[in-house]
């Protein structure tokens, strides 16, 4: 992908994520209140959802035309029109290379953090089945992992808390366990680090964390209703981490103790509030992602009416630095397309004829005309699927033509049963080819039989070709 495609789809992205994290920051509290922490949690499902949106293609809107072939004059042509590469945007490379490298500072910072956070803990020493000891209590319990995610608990565990307070501390962390938690967490750290440069992705984050571990909080005074004394006291006896820890589940010093405290207090919301929660949750997650998707711009195609088998040809056109993106024409091989940038004098056409080749290639015969001068007629072999180019400029030099193409087939589905096209390469191009070769004013017969449905009959054609018309008679039996 190009640095200017790639840009284009960061700012994108960017816009994208910046309004599911508004959006969600906007409601959160609310939901909580009415339907719970747990369903809060699951508001921040929206944010990758919103951003796998911008990755899906955009809505394409057809139309179907008529091209009339471009009339050409006999004028003398410019300057030789030579195939190259891609012009480069010095501007997009450069703010492309400060976004990775941004990306990859954030990146090691936070593989610097998770680091010291482990070398703190010291040895790990197994207890039972996913549960470690610490050698030092520095850190108060966690889960780590992310291949295989285990609760570390402080040397001094069985001695901090009362045999209530560790079934609520390990049941506490069994739910990041069992929810995968920490797997989460390395998503939200990833695009921590792709949006680096967005600063509100980074407060979101502390906001994030904080709804999980309110919604943990949740799910244990669920299964311990009566605990709830209790789980405050564990709370206060827990060491809390200084910073956050972009992939574990522990007990940090920037949660809001206070809060986290006070929230014990509230009752636990009824079914149905929780199950309207749950509604308005899916809801938001799927008509916001759909809405998202649709703010796309729609790309427009031109094709040609009732046609099976077309090339279609993607172009990024730029004329003296008005560059126009995303121009996506059809056409059938052998039928003159057209485009145009710019108005009057200034006006650049670039009309042109695809051809089938050999070795999945074809060939573009094009003019171009500025005004009504003709400036090139260039002739390019093209490899289909595969980026090419073509600069022309004026014979004076006041005005550049540069246009970069993606050729491939299409074919339209919906028209499949009423053309058939070709069995294969190789047979298709000899039709073509055969069809150019046809002499004006002479009458052929064609057959055609389909021997993979015996329902069909043998259709037999008669026809002229006419200089002035596409088929002067046309009879079949």
Not at 102 to 116: E, I, T
Not at 274 to 283: D, M
Not at 327 to 335: H, L, S, T, Y
Request: proline fraction near 4%; aromatic fraction near 8%.
């Amino acid at each position: 992908m190009m640095s200017a495609d790639l840009l284009s789809l960061l700012i994108e992205a960017t816009m994208a994520s910046s309004f599911a994290v508004l959006l969600v920051l906007a409601v959160r509290r609310p939901v909580r209140k009415f339907a719970g922490a747990r369903i809060a949690y699951g508001l921040w499902c929206f944010v990758p959802l919103a951003l796998a949106a911008i990755l899906l293609p955009a809505r394409e809107i057809v139309v179907t035309m008529k091209v009339q072939p471009v009339q050409i004059g006999d004028v003398s042509i410019g300057q030789l029109t030579e195939a190259l590469v891609p012009a480069t945007d010095f501007f997009s490379v450069a703010v492309v290379l400060a976004w990775i490298s941004g990306m990859l500072a954030c990146a090691v910072l936070f593989s610097r953090r998770q680091k010291n956070f482990l070398d703190d803990l010291g040895v790990l020493t197994h207890k039972n089945e996913k549960i470690f000891s610490a050698e030092k209590n520095i850190q108060g319990p966690s889960v780590i992992g992310v291949v295989a995610p285990r609760i570390v608990l402080p040397s001094d565990f069985e001695t901090r808390y009362n045999l209530e307070e560790q079934q609520l501390v390990l049941s506490h962390e069994n739910m990041h366990l069992s929810r995968g938690d920490t797997r989460i967490n390395l998503i939200a750290a990833c695009l921590r680090s792709i949006f680096w440069f967005n600063p509100l992705m980074h407060w979101a984050g502390a906001r994030f964390r904080f709804d999980q571990e309110l919604s943990a909080d949740a799910l244990v005074l669920s299964k311990f209703p009566s605990a709830r004394k209790s789980y405050a006291d564990a709370m206060l006896k827990t060491q809390m981490a200084s910073a956050g820890l972009p992939v574990a589940c522990h007990w940090q010093a920037h949660h809001p103790l206070k809060e986290r405290i006070l929230m014990l207090k509230n009752p636990a919301p009824g079914k149905s509030s929780r199950y309207i929660g749950i509604t308005f949750v899916a809801a938001l997650c799927v008509c916001g992602s759909v809405a998202v998707w649709s703010l796309q711009p729609a790309k427009v195609v031109a094709a040609s009416d009732k046609t099976a088998f077309m090339y279609e040809m993607k172009m990024d056109v730029d004329v003296d630095g008005d560059i126009k993106k995303d121009i996506v024409v059809r056409e059938v091989p052998g039928k003159t397309a057209m485009i145009t940038q710019g108005e009057g004098d200034k006006q650049w056409i670039f009309g042109f004829v695809l051809s089938p080749q050999k070795n999945n290639r074809v060939m573009l015969d094009a003019t171009l005309k500025r005004g009504n001068e003709v400036v090139s007629r260039p002739k390019l072999l093209i490899e289909l699927g595969k980026e090419s180019g073509i600069g022309v400029s004026t014979s004076d030099g006041s005005s550049v033509f540069k246009l970069n193409m993606l050729v491939k087939e299409w074919r339209n589905a919906a028209n499949m049963n009423a053309v058939k096209p070709f069995q294969n390469e190789e047979v298709m191009h000899d039709n073509l080819r055969m069809f150019r070769q046809m002499a004006a004013r002479r009458e052929y017969t064609r057959l055609q039989s389909e021997p993979d449905a015996s329902w069909r009959k043998k259709l037999k054609i008669s026809f002229v070709i006419d200089p002035k018309k596409e088929i002067g008679k046309d009879e079949g039996c």
